[in-house]
Every structure is written in C-alpha cells, then in structure tokens.
C-alpha cells in the first residue's frame, strides 16, 4: 500500500544536513540561491523513508488508482502535497482516467482542484464533458475560473455543447461560457453572442472587449469604436 509520506519534510532534513555540513563554507544566501539546484539532487538520493528508492522513482511504481488515492489521503491527513507525487501523476498518461474517476466522484475542493490542474497539464480531452458541467452547475467560483479557463483553449472541441447550453443559462453561467466561446474559430452564431455580451455589459468594457479581441474578427472594430469615443 502507498503510504502518506511528508517528502517536503525529508527535503527540509537534506537541506538542514547540507548547511551541517557546509558551515562557514557557504554563506546563507548562497544555500538559498542552491535550493532549486539542491532539490534536484535530492531527487535522486536514495532515502531510507521511501523504502531506498529516490523521490523521483517512488511513486513512478504505482497505479494512477494508487497515486489518486494517496493524493488524496495527504490532504485528508493534512501533510504537504510532494511535486514528486503530482509529477508521477500528471506526467503519465495512463494516469488519466484515475484522474477523471477523482473528477466525477466531487470530492472536497481542494483535492478536485489538485484534479483538474492535473488534467490540464495532461491536455486531457476525457475531461470536457464535466468541465461543461463545473461552469453549469453549483460549483465554486475558483473551479469554474479553472474550467473556464481550460475550456477556452479547446473551444472549438466543446463549441456546439456551450452553444446549446447558452441560452437556457444564468447570466452568470453566460459571462464564463462567453469566455470560453471567445477562443473559438469564426462562427456567426458565436459572433452575434460576443456582441451581444459586450453591449450588455458596458459597466466592463475591457473584459468583454478582451473577448471580441481573443476571437479575432474585423467586424468587432466599429462596436469597439463606437464605445471607446
């Protein structure tokens, strides 16, 4: 079983066993300035804590069942996430439906966020679907924020699904879809809802008009004109 493991306090240890070691030899800004370079090493030290493995090896052997699970179990238990753990994670693609399994099962939002940014690092297309459903439905802010955001740089794949859902949503749920939409490629009916927007919300015109600019069509510049004079 994958065990919880405080790899950041075995980092702390490393570094506190250099500065032992390197007394009057290095001064303390220069053990700052080396702790990107020390962390590196450390990464591949053989630690009797993780069973004499490396911190980049450990958690390499396991499932994405497993590394999901011990994710969540360090928050649960409140110990400091290790980016060796993320990265064993995020960097294996067969990792990925470990990830959307977490994803649907909403779980507390701190560990569905750890989820998500994974997926995004992953390009994950599996994802699409319930990233649609975070903006529609009752979830926070910050994931919406981060599905909006993810969605946006794959438009074109979730544009009819977004389309659709338009016009039933919240002015709320419409502010994030009309951010995604805005990195689709040229589509009338994609058009006529960046303007629309953009006229209804004068009180934010730099935001909506960042919109109409991300979408790139000539025809925006005479609504754009008419409110800058």
């Known amino acids: 079983m994958l ?10 240890e490393y570094i506190s066993d250099f500065v032992y070691k390197n007394i009057g030899k290095v001064k303390p800004e220069e053990i ?9 090493k450390f990464g591949k030290e053989k630690l009797k804590a993780l069973d004499g493995k490396t911190p980049q090896e450990y958690y390499k052997s396991f499932s994405g069942e497993e590394l999901v699970a011990c994710l969540k179990n360090h928050l649960k238990e409140q110990v400091q996430i290790s980016d060796f753990l993320c990265e064993a994670i995020s960097s294996n693609a067969k990792n990925e439906d470990a990830l959307i399994s977490a994803l649907n099962d909403e779980e507390n939002e701190e560990f569905t966020l750890y989820v998500m940014n994974m997926l995004s690092e992953m390009n994950s ?4 679907n319930r990233y649609l459903e975070i903006i529609l439905w ?9 599905a909006t955001e993810y969605l946006k740089e794959h438009a074109e794949a979730v544009k009819e699904a977004v ?3 338009f016009n ?11 951010e995604v ?4 490629d040229r589509d009338d009916r994609v058009f006529d809802i960046l303007v629309v927007q953009f006229k209804k919300h ?12 991300k979408y790139g069509d000539e025809r925006a510049l005479p609504f754009l004109m008419e409110e800058i004079e």
């Not at 297309?125 to 699409?128: A, F, L, M, N």
């Not at 939409?181 to 689709?184: H, K, Q, R």
């Open 32 to 40: 700052e300035n080396k702790i990107p370079e020390l962390y590196v």
């Open 163 to 165: 389309l659709e859902q």
């Open 138 to 146: 009752d979830y926070s802010e910050t994931m919406k924020e981060l």
């Open 125 to 128: 297309k599996k994802c699409y």
């Open 3 to 12: 065990k919880v493991i405080d790899v950041d306090a075995l980092f702390d």
């Open 168 to 178: 039933e949503s919240n002015e709320i749920v419409k502010d994030y879809l009309t």
């Open 202 to 213: 004068l009180e934010s015109i730099p935001v909506y008009a960042g919109y109409l600019a």
């Open 181 to 184: 939409l805005s990195g689709c």
